[in-house]
C-alpha cells in the first residue's frame, strides 16, 4: 500500500541540527511532490517547504530560509529535511505528505501523510 | 503570502446536526482549497481537494463549495468519529498556508 514512513522521535540541545527521513512505497517516488508541514504543541499546522523529487525544485517557507533544507534520494524513494540552528521553539511534530496528484504540485492537496516524527528541543 | 481565515474557531454540537466551516483567502485561489481533518495525534487527514471533490473513501456527508476567496465544509449529519478538528489550506501558489483550525466539539 501507498504509505511514508518517517524517522524516529528526537530530542536535540539549542543550536544543534536535525535531520528528518520519510521513506515512500507503493508508488513512483520521482512522480509526487513532498510537503513537510510541522505542529507545535497544542497549535495549528505550519508549512515548512516542498520538494520535487522529480528535478529537486524546491520551495521553503520564509520564515525558515537559511535555516531548512529538502532533499530527496530517489534510489531509496527518501526525502530528508534537515533543520539548523534549533531553538526551543521549534519543538513540534514534524510530517511529510505526498502531492495528491502525479506531477501536478500542490494544487489538488496532499493524500498520504507520514505518521509525524517529534522533534523536541531542550537543554 | 496568501492568509486563510476560518471560522469559527470552534464549534460544539451534537450528532446528527448539520455543521459548516468557513474559509476566507486573502485574495482569489480560484478553486485550489482542500479540506483536512485532524484527530489527537494522529496525522491529518485529507477530506476535499479542489475545493469540491471528495477525496476516495471520505464519507458523502462531507462536501465542500465555494471558489475566489470565499470556502465552506459542510458536515450533513455528523458521526461521533467526526469530532475532529478541521484545517482548510490554499493549494494556489506557494507558499501553502493553512488556516488556524476549528476545533468540533461534542455538545
Known amino acids: 500500500q501507498v504509505q511514508l514512513v518517517q524517522s524516529g522521535a528526537e530530542v536535540k540541545k539549542p543550536g544543534a541540527s536535525v535531520k528528518v527521513s520519510c521513506k515512500a512505497s507503493g508508488y513512483t517516488f520521482i512522480n509526487h511532490g513532498i510537503t513537510w508541514v510541522r505542529q507545535a504543541p497544542g497549535q495549528g499546522l505550519e508549512y515548512m517547504g516542498w520538494?520535487?523529487?522529480?528535478?529537486?525544485?524546491?520551495d521553503y517557507a520564509q520564515k525558515l530560509q537559511g535555516r531548512v533544507t529538502m532533499t530527496t534520494d530517489t534510489s531509496t524513494s527518501t526525502a530528508y529535511m534537515e533543520l539548523r540552528s534549533l531553538r526551543s521553539d521549534d519543538t513540534a511534530v514534524f510530517y511529510c505528505?505526498?502531492?495528491?496528484?502525479?506531477?501536478?504540485?500542490?494544487?489538488?492537496?496532499?493524500?498520504?501523510w507520514g505518521q509525524g516524527t517529534t522533534v523536541t528541543v531542550s537543554s | 503570502d496568501i492568509q486563510m481565515t476560518q471560522s469559527p474557531s470552534s464549534v460544539s454540537a451534537s450528532v446528527g446536526d448539520r455543521v459548516t466551516i468557513t474559509c476566507r483567502a486573502s485574495?482569489?485561489?480560484?478553486?485550489?482549497l482542500a479540506w483536512y481533518q485532524q484527530k489527537p495525534g494522529k496525522a491529518p487527514k485529507l477530506l476535499i481537494y479542489?475545493?469540491?471533490s471528495l477525496q476516495s473513501g471520505v464519507p458523502s456527508r462531507f462536501s465542500g463549495s465555494g471558489s475566489g476567496t470565499d470556502f465552506t465544509l459542510t458536515i450533513s449529519s455528523l458521526q461521533p468519529e467526526d469530532f475532529a478538528t478541521y484545517y482548510c489550506q490554499q493549494a494556489n501558489s506557494f507558499p501553502i498556508t493553512f488556516g488556524q483550525g476549528t476545533r468540533l466539539e461534542i455538545k
Open positions: 520538494i520535487s523529487p522529480h528535478n529537486g525544485n524546491t
Open positions: 479542489a475545493a469540491s
Open positions: 505528505a505526498r502531492d495528491r496528484q502525479e506531477l501536478v504540485p500542490i494544487y489538488y492537496g496532499t493524500d498520504v
Open positions: 485574495q482569489g485561489i480560484n478553486s485550489w
